[in-house]
Every structure is written in structure tokens, then in C-alpha cells.
């Protein structure tokens, strides 16, 4: 009965933070955010307590399994996916399961007429899972480790931009900007400015999120326990601000093999199996009590130019373009990604990201290729290196394809398969000089996504920089530059989009930064006895609702 | 008839080799395995890289007489192909280990004192990293890729060969007929090269054999792990871990690889011990 | 013999500073850099080279190998870089699954190796024996990641019997156990095998047979005692190779052993731990197998004590 009760509060509060959210908002401009979500979240929750009803009819306990564990549980510092950090901590802002900004910890904001200032107003009612009570203190506390240069951590770059970020009074809090900027919204809402307990600053600093001792957020999840490399368990937080989670322990189990997972959901070990493969996804789909949920992510696959290797050929556009149009994205597709559904993507971005417009897959057309390498100087085509990793789902096979296709083209590859060490080592921080004396690789494998917003996705991996340690091709074009730097302080969204689709085209069809391959989807198998599930396109499950039949 | 019964008749070894059906069937599988590995891409000229989307997980045909895999290649040409890759590794990897460990093995057994004592601890040394996981940690140093699967084979293989040559060469010291050689006089390398190698040949013949199989073996689970031959390339244990994802859908992608390797190696293993009960009787039973 | 022992066991230390030394080298050997990994791609160059002066990979070689030795003698293997706890406690949790495995993997080819070589050897040249040596020789002869594979279809998906991750209880510990064991069933059946026909052919076992002993009682009392010894040698040899071998049947069956962790964290460049566990790994070999050398001294008079 007690539950009950809570859970209806919880209706309440749900349906009054959606309406509240975007209330005090003098800013309507921004695309599709708020309020247009509260008839499903009310649903949804409306469904939870009718299901909170039935004592004993759902499981206590969740498996799900999935092939990498995290790196750090510290939102400043993960790097591995957003699948875990959201669950654990709260930001003052979020994205619900479209991608839209919701309100967390917030109750509304507003801003001034410039964009330059920002004002939240927090809940009361929010409490860290070690029992303190969340202020605006706390959110300084979090932002002055967030901003620190002298001591940056991983994100420090990206919010560069924020010139300060107070606490007014206890449940107000103001973040001031260097200048308008146009993401602000998006990049505040993003995990990485999620609220830390300052206790747990002080007591762990670097060491913060390293173990499950030291994790401490507003979010839904305490963590109960992390074992590297082997489990992690998610707990129920009963003392959550929003709607409480229905099950009481949802347990992450690292397989790192792909049919250990597809077996372990088949045999009913786990419920739910992250990472399957796409011909295990077509198989797995066919069986009774298990279905495969396939839904639109927003990361992309893409092979990157060393737009500064000393392999001289690379150095030239036209050489660049006539390996895109080298390449048959539809066959790749089709080749490896048909269990998945996945397609050709059509812009440097995902639909789902704000900024997006569609500018066509890239064709395929040997016979352009081969004239424009002939015009660039290299009719008998030439060498190059190619690196991939099984780190993404089915590099490997991606590059063994791209070496059969550039051969058309009269492009002899030598591919190069490293493991993930390698890989992440490559991006440190090298100038042109030593990345190719050091590694050497024409092009490389790279996903691009888990942004929602065009300029936090692309300013930092193509805006012309002296060393890899963003822009991991040394791409650069002063064309590229300057719309970048429009769109980032443009307010007006359709010129902001046109910007961004100038870009992309420029990307696509003149100065090619990568050959964009296939838009990601996200794709679960799931036990047919789980219900309420639901994934966003960054990737992250909605594990409060998340519930299991017996 | 009679002309062939005088050949064997001159080669006790061979006539004992043959004795057992089991090993004749073995050496014949693995001169078979050979011989494709040689003439096979002449015989079946199939490109074994060739991609064909529309033949993915293809079944058996006359065009692909043992099916396609996930990118669409036939099969049969892959394992062509990588019967070259798997042996020519394991001849590679373990020739020159057993080069190195002759070699080792007899100047620790033949000059005994400080040379034996470094030679020896150093294969204690190796010996003392569990097996596979000397061959991990020589790729992760050097990389993946089939030239340094063949240095991880060569590495592996040698510190059983100098322990065996080494007992070997210090048995056939001691023994009258050498003993006899010093006495009259003959340089080390003479009573090395012309008394002591050719004695010790058997065994080491033996040896070599066995590691040939367990080669193979360790070749296939670097490519289990990642650290094998380079993709595109084809090799057994490569295509046997890479089709294991559908090994329901498809169970050919894996059954085809996975029979070929294990019955190389269970032929390097029959044959060994066949050519251990023909060379030397006394061991027989070993 | 007292003096055989010890001499035995002083002989492992400089063996095992041999070997420190060369998995220290190696580990650094290995191209990649812990930090960049660990810290990512994104963080400026001066943070990383703060987090390399603060684990010591700055300082000189010799003075790297020192402290490493010098704190492994107390008991202390660093700190993992990855997960940033002591990685003798890392090794704790995993080491006992390893031993598991690889001691349930021995009992068990043990156990089936001596069962079946006693079968072979009284059925000599017959079918059994056949059947026997090709079946073992073929056990050996697969790759095991393979063969937990077809296990695992079979009694896991098929007939549901075990589990097919983790090793939480008894029963999660059966298939990894029957795949490892599965190497060594193959030349412990043929030591066997050997040795009982040797011991058959001795005199007291057809002076027993004379006397009217039924046959079984040959066999398995008279015979197999005295068989032993080259058995339980050959037992104890293969168990290092299960234990290196334990690293393919942890991956396929998501058991969070020592040999996964070892191969992990050469994927993470996580020094202390590469160093840490195949130091452990290899300590262990070298126990055994010194462990194997004096029982055998100790129940065969012909072998000398100097």
C-alpha cells in the first residue's frame, strides 16, 4: 500500500516537473525540447504502478548481459558509453528516451534575453544515495571540478565556454557564458555535468568513480558493487526523486564473448543481452521468448583520412573523394549490418541529432573514382595502410571489404588489424610528424556519435587543430572552420542548419574528412518476459521502468 | 612386386614405419595436407579473397564445393590458402626453433660447465612460462601478424629441443664410440657434425614431428584471441574463431576448418610416434 | 635427501629473479602506453605525463625493476593500473578459479587417462585400444576453444544441464573442467598405457598369475601400484599446461580466472598486472614441477641425489 502511494506521488511529481520544465523558459527556439513529452512519461508511469501492484509477479533481480565493462564511474571522466553513468547521476538536466532535454534535478530554468546567463531552479526534495542532501553547493562543487583548468579532467575542454557557474542560494543556481552559444542546452544536459557529492570530491578526488565505494549521484541506481571486468550490480535508490525504480537489482554481467551472450539470454541466464551480433540478431528473433529490439542510435561507423600522412596521395581531396566513391556503402550494408537493419548513412550526423540535414548517401561510382584519381595524378592508382579494430562490430570484416573494393580502383591496401590498446594510444595528443612515423596509417576505423547536437559532435574532431588529440585526421579547411564557428554562436536554427548542412556537404562531396559508412542501430535481445524496455538513440536504457515477468 | 620388397627390405625404418596401418594413413593425410598446401591454388584457382555479396553462408555447390563464408569467399580456396598459412607457420616456426634448440642443446651438452649452466638456466627459464602464455606475451610485444606467430612458434619450440638434444648429445659423449673419437684426435666441430647430430637425429626427427601438431594448435588460439595472422588472410584457426559467431546458423563455417585442424595435428601426432617405433625399437611404448 | 630438497628449492631463486627479469622487460616491451589508455584520448599531454611521473614510469629501468622485486618480496605486486586496486588482491579473487580449473581439469584427465589406459593395456592392440587412442589423440588434437564450443551447445543449449557463463557454482565449473581436462586425458592414457604393459610383462605379475590370482586383481592391484610412479609424473607435468591452457576456456566461458585477466590486461597495458599474474603463473609452474621432481625422487630409488 505504502508502495503504491509513493508510486502515485511519483505520478504527480513526474506529470508537475514536465509541465514545470520549460514553463520559465524564455528560450522556445530549441529544437523539439520539453513538453511535448509529458503525455508518455505519464503513461509510462501510470503503467508502473499498476505493475508495482502485483507483488510477486516480477522478478527481483535483472541480468543483463553485455561484452565491455566501464572505464570510470566518474562522469567527468567516462569515456565508454552512456549506458551506465546516467543511471547512477543526475544532472540538472537530461534527455528522456527521444533525445529530448527533461528537466532532473532542475525543476525549470530560464534564461536572459542575450543567452548569456542561465538560471536553474532546483527540486527540494533531491538526496544523494549516501543520504546528503543535494543543493546548488553541491552543483558549484561539481562545475568548479568540472571547469578546473589547472587540474582538468576529461571534459574540461568542452565547457570551456562557461565563464562561471554559481549557486545563488541554496536551490538556484546560475551559469554564466563566455558568449551565446547556440548547444548550450544540449551540452549542459549531457551526463558529463552530472552533480557529484562534494564529500566524496574531497575524500577520492581522481580516485572518484574508480570503485563502487566511491560512487555517489541523485540518479535512480546506488551502485552495489563493481567487480572489474566481471559484474556490476545496479540497486534500487528508494529514496529517488522521480519515479523509483521497479525492480530491485539489475545485475551487468561482462561476457565478453558474443555466442556466450546470444546462449546465456537462449538458456534464460540473463534477460537481457547487449551487443549481438547481426547474424545472431535474425536468428535469435526467430525464437519463442526471445525478441530483438532494434532501434535508431546515432553513432555512425566511418574509416578517417590522415588528411596529413606522408603517404602523399592522401594529401590531396580529390584522392580522398575518389576513395569515398570507391567505396559501395549499400553493399557493405547489406554484407554485414542486414541482421541489424543498419543503412548507409546520409549525412555526418544522425538524424536524431539537432542540426541534421540530409545531404544523400554517398554514390557509388568506380568510374568517378578512377577519373578523379587520374586527374589528381594517379592513374595507376597507389599503396596505402589501413587500420581497424574488432573494438567496433565487425571492423575487421569492414576493412577486409574496403581492401577488395579500393583494389577496383586500382588502390592496393595493406590493412592492419591492432587491438584496443593500440588504438586508443593513437589519438594522445600527436603532431602529424609523429603520428606518421609512429603508427603510420592512412586511414583508421573511428565511430562518431553519442552527441545530440551538430557543434558538440563535430567542432571538435574536424575544426583545424596543431595536434590528433581531437581532431584524430588533421583534417583541415578553412571553409569548414569558419561554418563551424557560425554554427556555434548562430541562434536563428534554420541558418544554424544550414551551416551545418554545408558542412556536411562539403564533407561528403568536396574536402572528405572520412568515408562515412553505416548509421548504428542500437540492438538488444531481450527474454519476451521484460517489459517497459526502452533505449534512447545515445545509447541509454531506461532501467527505472525496466521490469521482468517470472 | 619383388622389386618393392627389396626397397623396404633396404629400409628397415620405413618397413617398421609401415608396419602400423594407422601411421601410413596419417602420413598420407598429412602428404595429402601438403600437397594441396603446394599445387592446391593451381588445382582450384578460385581467388580466395574475392568477395561476393550475394553468397554469403553459401551452401555447398559445385561452384563452392565446401560453401562460402560470412564475406561471401569460397571456402575451399580459403582452405587452400590457409593450409599454405597453417603449415607453412608451423614448418617456419618450428624449423628454425629446432635449429636454434640443436644447436643450444648440443654446445650445452657437448661443453658442459658454464655454457651448459647458462644455456640450461635459460630454458628453465622459458619452460617456466606455462605454454600459451609465452606465445601471448611474445605477440602482444611484437604484434599480431603471421611473421611474429612464426617468431612466438620459434620461441616456444625451443626450449624442449635443446632439454632433448642436450640429454641426447651428453649420452652419446659418454658413449665408447666417442669416446674412441677423442682419443684419436678429432676437433669438437668434426665429432659434433659427423657423430653426435646424426645419432641424435631420431629422436630429434620425433620431436619435431609432435611439435609440427602443437604448432598448428597455438597458431589457431593466438587467432582465437586476436593476436593471430592479419585479416584478409586466410589461416585454419583464424576462420575457424572467426565463423564461430554463427556456428548454429551455419555450422559448416566451422566444421570445415575446425576437422581440418584437428586432423593435422592428429596425423603429426600418429606419425610421430610411428616414426618413434621405427627409429628406435627400444623406445616403442614410450 | 634432506639436502636434495633444499638444494632443489634454493635452486628456484635465482631462477625466479631470472624470470622476474624477463617479464619485467617484456612488459615494457609492449608497444602502447598505459597511460594514454587509461586516461583516453582526450586528456592534454601534461596531465598524462604528471600520471606517468606518478606511478614511476619515468624513473630508469634498473630502478623500476628494484622497487618492482624489492616490494614482490613483500608481498606487494603494484597496483593495477586499470583498476587502480593492489593487484595481489586482483590475483586473489582470480587466482582460486584458475587453480580450480586447472586441478579439476588434472583430477579429471587424470582420472579418465588412467581409466582408459589400464583399458588399453589390458586390451592391447585390440579394438578398445584403437578406439582409445584415437578418441584421446583427437581430444588433444582440437583446438579447445573449439571443443568448449561444441560442449557448450550441447549440454548447455541443448540439453540445459549447466550454465554456460560464469562459475558461480559447482555446476558452472563442469564444462570448463571436462574441456581443460580433456588436453591432458590424451598422453596421461598413454603413459598409462606404456606403464602397465611394462609392469605386466615383469616377473611378479606372471608369478601372481601362476599362482591364480584372478586376472583383475592383477591388473588393477599388482599392476597399476607399481605403475604409478611414471603416472603420477606424468600427471604433474601437465598440470602447468592446464594452467596456461585455462586462459582459452575462461574466455569462452566468461570465468573471470588469471589467464583471462592475463590476456586483458596485455590488451589494457596494464604493466603491474601482466607482470604481476605471470609472475604468479609461472611461480606456480616452477612449485609444481620442482613439487613433481622430488616425488619422484622420493618414490624412485634408482634417481641420485646429486
Not at chain 1, 534535478?105 to 544515495?129: C, G, N, P, Q
Not at chain 2, 610416434?273 to 623406445?283: E, N, Q, S, V
Not at chain 3, 549440454?155 to 560464469?166: D, N, T, V
Not at chain 3, 599474474?277 to 621432481?293: C, H, K, R, Y
Amino acid at each position: 500500500m505504502k508502495k503504491k502511494i509513493c508510486m502515485a506521488m511519483a505520478l504527480v511529481l513526474t506529470l508537475s516537473m514536465a509541465a514545470g520544465c520549460g514553463s520559465g523558459q524564455s528560450d522556445s527556439g530549441q529544437g523539439g525540447a520539453g513538453s511535448t513529452q509529458a503525455p508518455e512519461s505519464g503513461s509510462q508511469t501510470q503503467d508502473a504502478s499498476q505493475g508495482a501492484g502485483g507483488d510477486g509477479e516480477y522478478k527481483d533481480t535483472i541480468t543483463w548481459v553485455i561484452g565491455n565493462d566501464q572505464d570510470y564511474l566518474d562522469p567527468q571522466m567516462n569515456v565508454s558509453n552512456s549506458k551506465v553513468i546516467p543511471q547512477y547521476y543526475d544532472g540538472l538536466l537530461g534527455f528522456d528516451s527521444d533525445n529530448n532535454i527533461v528537466c532532473k534535478i532542475a525543476e525549470s530554468y530560464e534564461s536572459s534575453d542575450d543567452k548569456m546567463v542561465w538560471t536553474f531552479h532546483l527540486r527540494e526534495d533531491v538526496y544523494f544515495h549516501s543520504g546528503r542532501h543535494c543543493t546548488a553547493h553541491d552543483v558549484e562543487a561539481t562545475f568548479d571540478r568540472l571547469l578546473d583548468k589547472e587540474n582538468p579532467v576529461r571534459y574540461t575542454t568542452n565547457y570551456s565556454y562557461i565563464e562561471s557557474a554559481k549557486a545563488a542560494d541554496d536551490y538556484t543556481f546560475v551559469v554564466t557564458l563566455a558568449e551565446p552559444k547556440s548547444f548550450f542546452l544540449q551540452s549542459f544536459a549531457k551526463h558529463q555535468t552530472a552533480v557529484l557529492n562534494p564529500e566524496y570530491i574531497e575524500k577520492y578526488g581522481t580516485d572518484l568513480g574508480s570503485t563502487a565505494e566511491s560512487v555517489d549521484g541523485c540518479g535512480p541506481f546506488k551502485c552495489g558493487g563493481w567487480t572489474k571486468g566481471e559484474e556490476m550490480v545496479f540497486e534500487r535508490f528508494d529514496d529517488y526523486y522521480g519515479d523509483v525504480a521497479q525492480t530491485e537489482k539489475i545485475v551487468m554481467k561482462i561476457v565478453s564473448e558474443q555466442t556466450s551472450r546470444a546462449i546465456a539470454i537462449e538458456t534464460g541466464q540473463a534477460d537481457i543481452a547487449d551487443g549481438v551480433s547481426p547474424d545472431d540478431a535474425v536468428r535469435l528473433d526467430g525464437i519463442d521468448g526471445i525478441s530483438v529490439s532494434k532501434t535508431d542510435g546515432n553513432g555512425c561507423h566511418l574509416f578517417q583520412f590522415n588528411c596529413k600522412s606522408d603517404n602523399l596521395p592522401l594529401q590531396d581531396p580529390k584522392v580522398r573523394l575518389a576513395i569515398c566513391y570507391a567505396i559501395d556503402r549499400d553493399t557493405i550494408c547489406d554484407y554485414l549490418y542486414s541482421g541489424l537493419g543498419e543503412k548507409p548513412i546520409d549525412s555526418v550526423m544522425a538524424p536524431s541529432v539537432a542540426g541534421y540535414t540530409s545531404v544523400g548517401v554517398l554514390p557509388y561510382d568506380v568510374e568517378k573514382a578512377k577519373a578523379l584519381l587520374a586527374e589528381a595524378g594517379y592513374a595507376d592508382g597507389f599503396d596505402m595502410t589501413i587500420m581497424t579494430t574488432a573494438v567496433y562490430n565487425r571492423g575487421v570484416e569492414m576493412g577486409e571489404i574496403l581492401v577488395e573494393q579500393l583494389k577496383e580502383a586500382g588502390i592496393n591496401v595493406t590493412l592492419e588489424v591492432v587491438e584496443k590498446a593500440v588504438f586508443s594510444s593513437a589519438w594522445g595528443g600527436f603532431t602529424p610528424e609523429e603520428f606518421n612515423s609512429q603508427f603510420g596509417w592512412d586511414m583508421f576505423i573511428m565511430g562518431s556519435g553519442g552527441d545530440a547536437d551538430a557543434d558538440t559532435l563535430l567542432y571538435r574532431i574536424i575544426h583545424t587543430a596543431d595536434t590528433n588529440i581531437n581532431n584524430y585526421g588533421f583534417y583541415s579547411n578553412s571553409q569548414v572552420d569558419e561554418l563551424l564557428e557560425k554554427g556555434s554562436v548562430t541562434m536563428d536554427e534554420k541558418e544554424r542548419n544550414a551551416c551545418y548542412e554545408e558542412i556536411a556537404r562539403i564533407l561528403f562531396y568536396e574536402d572528405p574528412f572520412g568515408c562515412y559508412m553505416n548509421l548504428r542501430k542500437n540492438v538488444y535481445a531481450l527474454s519476451d518476459k521484460i517489459e517497459n524496455f526502452s533505449v534512447s538513440p545515445t545509447n541509454t536504457m531506461d532501467l527505472v521502468h525496466l521490469r521482468c515477468r517470472k | 612386386m619383388k622389386k618393392e620388397k627389396t626397397f623396404l627390405e633396404k629400409h628397415p625404418i620405413l618397413r617398421r614405419f609401415m608396419r602400423r596401418k594407422i601411421s601410413v594413413l596419417a602420413a598420407v593425410i598429412l602428404i595429402l595436407f601438403v600437397l594441396i598446401a603446394i599445387f592446391g591454388p593451381m588445382v582450384w584457382t578460385v581467388d580466395p579473397l574475392k568477395q561476393s555479396v550475394m553468397k554469403k553462408y553459401g551452401p555447398i555447390t559445385l561452384e563452392h564445393p565446401l560453401g562460402t563464408d560470412n564475406l561471401g569467399r569460397d571456402t575451399l580456396a580459403r582452405m587452400i590458402h590457409g593450409a599454405r598459412t597453417s603449415l607453412s607457420i608451423s614448418f617456419a616456426g618450428v624449423l628454425s626453433g629446432a635449429a636454434i634448440g640443436i644447436l643450444l642443446g648440443v654446445c650445452a651438452g657437448y661443453f658442459s660447465g658454464w655454457v651448459d649452466a647458462v644455456i640450461s638456466r635459460f630454458v628453465d627459464v622459458l619452460l617456466a612460462f606455462p605454454g600459451l602464455l609465452l606465445a601471448i606475451a611474445i605477440v602482444a610485444i611484437l604484434g599480431a601478424g603471421s611473421v611474429n606467430t612464426v617468431i612466438a612458434i620459434t620461441i616456444f619450440t625451443i626450449p624442449g629441443l635443446t632439454r632433448m638434444v642436450r640429454g641426447c648429445v651428453i649420452s652419446l659423449k659418454n658413449s665408447e664410440y666417442v669416446q674412441a673419437c677423442y682419443t684419436m684426435g678429432e676437433s669438437d666441430m668434426r665429432i659434433i657434425f659427423t657423430h653426435i647430430i646424426p645419432n641424435a637425429m631420431s629422436q630429434i626427427i620425433v620431436n619435431v614431428t609432435l611439435s609440427l601438431g602443437s604448432a598448428i594448435l597455438t597458431a589457431s588460439s593466438l587467432s582465437f584471441l586476436g593476436l593471430g595472422v592479419t585479416p584478409p588472410e586466410a589461416e585454419w584457426g583464424a576462420m575457424l574463431s572467426g565463423m564461430r559467431e554463427v556456428v548454429r546458423t551455419y555450422p559448416m563455417g566451422v566444421l570445415v576448418p575446425g576437422i581440418a585442424i584437428t586432423l593435422v595435428v592428429m596425423s603429426f601426432s600418429i606419425v610421430g610416434d610411428g616414426l618413434r617405433d621405427a627409429l628406435d625399437p627400444k623406445l616403442k611404448n614410450n | 635427501m634432506l639436502k636434495y630438497i633444499m638444494r632443489r628449492i634454493l635452486q628456484m631463486i635465482p631462477m625466479m629473479l631470472v624470470l622476474s627479469l624477463i617479464v619485467f622487460l617484456m612488459v615494457r616491451m609492449i608497444p602502447g602506453d598505459p597511460v594514454d589508455l587509461m586516461l583516453g584520448f582526450d586528456v592534454p599531454k601534461d596531465t598524462k605525463e604528471f600520471e606517468r611521473e606518478r606511478l614511476g614510469l619515468n624513473d630508469p629501468l634498473p630502478q623500476q625493476y628494484i622497487r618492482f622485486v624489492g616490494n614482490a618480496l613483500k608481498g606487494d605486486l603494484g597496483t593495477s593500473i586499470f583498476s587502480g586496486e593492489p593487484v595481489v588482491k586482483e590475483l586473489a579473487k582470480r587466482f582460486p578459479k584458475t587453480l580450480i580449473l586447472a586441478i579439476g581439469g588434472t583430477v579429471f584427465g587424470a582420472l579418465v587417462g588412467i581409466i582408459l589406459g589400464i583399458i588399453a593395456a589390458v586390451h592391447r592392440n585390440r579394438m578398445a585400444d584403437n578406439i582409445i587412442a584415437v578418441t584421446s589423440l583427437m581430444a588433444v588434437s582440437t583446438p579447445s576453444f573449439f571443443l568448449a564450443l561444441i560442449l557448450m551447445l550441447i549440454f548447455c543449449l541443448q540439453l540445459k544441464w549447466f550454465p554456460s557463463i560464469g562459475m558461480d557454482s559447482w555446476k558452472g565449473a563442469v564444462l570448463p573442467i571436462i574441456t581443460l581436462g580433456a588436453q591432458a586425458v590424451g598422453s596421461i592414457a598413454r603413459t598409462t598405457r606404456s606403464a602397465m604393459l611394462d609392469v605386466i610383462h615383469q616377473d611378479y605379475i606372471r608369478t601372481s598369475r601362476a599362482r591364480g590370482v584372478p586376472e583383475h586383481i592383477v591388473i588393477y592391484l599388482h599392476g597399476f601400484k607399481n605403475a604409478l610412479i611414471p603416472i603420477l609424473t606424468a600427471v604433474g607435468l601437465r598440470f602447468g599446461g592446464l594452467l596456461a591452457g585455462a586462459t582459452l576456456v575462461e574466455t569462452v566461458f566468461s570465468i573471470p580466472g588469471i589467464g583471462r585477466f592475463v590476456v586483458d590486461s596485455v590488451g589494457n597495458r596494464d604493466y603491474p598486472a601482466v607482470q604481476g599474474s605471470i609472475l604468479v603463473l609461472a611461480f606456480t609452474f616452477v612449485v609444481v614441477n620442482t613439487a613433481v621432481d622430488l616425488l619422484y625422487a622420493a618414490v624412485d630409488p634408482r634417481v641420485k641425489y646429486d
